[in-house]
């Protein structure tokens, strides 16, 4: 027999001890008013105007940046928007939909 085979059921933990600590994201995952705030998203260096919140970094209400033209709708390019919204946080997603979509607060 091998000293697997050998264990004995006194010696089987009841739970299994986590590694590392999970204080850092109890805060992301306390349940709490979303406190949104402006910013450019940038996903696959194209800039997307949105909202974020500041607690646990959930993205909402994203859209391209577009102007009222004689036509409709009109896209701005990529340096427009860069230039035009400059005042506001810019961060790097890597992707706008679904569960996945965080900013790294």
Known sequence: MSNK???SVDEIPKYKKKLGSDISKAER???HKHEYKDCLLVYNGSPYKGKYCVICGKI???DVCRE???YGYLQLPDEIVFKRYSNLEQFE???LWGPDARVLV
Request: with cysteine.
């Open 5 to 7: 085979e050998r264990i």
């Open 29 to 31: 995952k306390s349940k």
């Open 93 to 95: 997603v890597s992707t």
């Open 60 to 62: 909402r209400d994203w």
């Open 68 to 70: 009222k033209c004689q």
